[in-house]
């Protein structure tokens, strides 16, 4: 059963404008939230973390929002550049355990 | 820099043979991990090690075996190759921590079994 999930798999947004990709997960006891970014013929790298103390996490254009109640996080980006256009993947994990839950993933498009 | 490297980025091979694919991370991490990425699945682990000669299992480890007698070097292995094993595949490593330190990636090897 899949423990994270990432709907809506594929977005397109104008140069500029905001991308919000959004991620639920079923498991509360998770402790840590990551984002990865890849493009095609790569491998992911990693672009930004929560802790689950946190709501918000920011790193200059991405921000991650983390809403506990409803197991829901989202990755703003703003403004969203060409160079963004990639898969995004959502992942999980707990405290002392280093092995990540993904998500499906999801394909963002920036329209010049 | 740090890296993950695989040690092919495109390979084709016919069913039934015997594959290897080589991953070597030169960050000391114990953590490697074995994925394989397919449209519309996303990434799925097939296995996973945390220390020299150890493994475990992830979630779809039918048909490959891994072997990790370094540190440093962490090999999957498709006994024999079929159709269904066409993919990305995708290593990563990490270290032990608290379960908030990022995975560094390679590159990937694209694989196509005929």
């Known amino acids: 059963d899949q423990q994270v999930k990432q709907n809506s798999p594929s977005l397109s947004v104008q140069e500029g404008r905001i991308s919000i990709l959004n991620c639920d997960y079923t498991?509360?006891?998770?402790?840590?939230f990551l984002w990865y970014k890849k493009y095609p013929a790569e491998g992911p790298t990693f672009l930004i973390s929560?802790?689950?103390?946190?709501d918000k996490n920011e790193d200059g254009r991405f921000t991650v929002f983390l809403n506990k109640s409803a197991k829901h996080l989202s990755l703003h980006i703003v403004p969203s550049q060409p160079g963004d256009s990639a898969v995004y993947f959502c992942?999980?994990?707990?405290?002392?355990?280093?092995?990540?839950?993904f998500g499906k993933g999801n394909q963002v498009v920036v329209i010049p | 820099d740090v890296k993950v490297t695989q040690s092919s980025r495109y390979l084709v091979k016919r069913t039934g043979e015997k594959v290897f694919l080589e991953c070597v991370q030169d960050?000391?991490?114990?953590?490697m991990f074995w994925y394989r990425q397919d449209p519309g699945l996303g990434l799925r682990l097939i296995y996973f090690?945390?220390?020299?000669?150890?493994?475990e299992k992830g979630d779809i480890p039918e048909g490959y075996s891994v072997s990790r007698e370094k540190k440093e070097r962490f090999s999957l292995i498709l006994e024999s190759a079929s159709t269904n094993q066409t993919s990305m595949y995708l290593c990563?490593?990490?270290?032990?921590?608290?379960?908030?330190?990022?995975?560094?990636f390679g590159s990937g090897t694209r694989l196509t079994v005929v």
């Open positions: 992942a999980a994990s707990f405290y002392g355990n280093n092995r990540l839950a």
């Open positions: 929560i802790s689950s103390i946190k």
């Open positions: 498991n509360s006891m998770f402790d840590y």
């Open positions: 990563a490593s990490t270290l032990s921590g608290q379960g908030d330190s990022g995975y560094t």
């Open positions: 960050m000391d991490h114990e953590n």
């Open positions: 090690s945390y220390d020299v000669k150890m493994k």
